[in-house]
């Protein structure tokens, strides 16, 4: 067996991603490999934290090394039909922040989130159950 022309990874393993709807998106990307019989060439894979808690859903894939945040369905469908179909980068998805780095949400000396998380699919305050790794 050859190895995966390109891997594609989901953080699904952090605090903050699967309350951000990573799971979903892990889940679509992942059958839509599979119905476009591209397992054997493409691997979707979930992650654990990938240091970037609060930009989520996170999407990274390899060899491109192209990082998506913020991933929704919907974008999750064209980085499927673009990127993984066609090779080409979704400019407009790539990374919204800045260049990937420690991204994680600021927080306090008692290691609480100090800011909310506007990106939550219910604009909810960061608690407990979504604080990264
Ligand atoms: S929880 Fe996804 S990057 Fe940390």
């Known amino acids: ?3 995966f022309a390109m891997h594609v990874f ?3 393993g952090g ?3 699967p309350h951000q ?3 979903a998106v892990h889940a679509f990307l992942k059958e839509a490999v599979a119905r476009a019989r591209l397992k054997s060439r493409v691997r979707v894979s979930q992650a654990g934290c990938l240091d970037q808690c609060g930009h ?3 999407v990274v894939i390899y060899p491109d090394d192209v ?3 913020h991933v929704s369905l919907e974008e999750a469908q064209a980085i ?3 990127h993984i179909l066609t090779g080409r980068p979704v400019d407009a998805l790539r990374f919204r922040v800045g260049e990937p780095g420690a991204h994680k949400l600021a927080r306090d000396q008692n290691g609480r989130p100090t800011q909310r998380c506007t990106l939550c699919r219910d604009g909810r305050a960061v608690t407990a159950a979504c604080e990264g790794e």
Do not use: D, I, K, Q
């Open 56 to 58: 989520g859903p996170l």
């Open 15 to 17: 605090g903050t991603c």
């Open 1 to 3: 067996m050859e190895p």
């Open 67 to 69: 990082w998506y945040s």
């Open 21 to 23: 709807g990573s799971v």
């Open 10 to 12: 989901v953080c699904t």
């Open 80 to 82: 499927f039909s673009e």
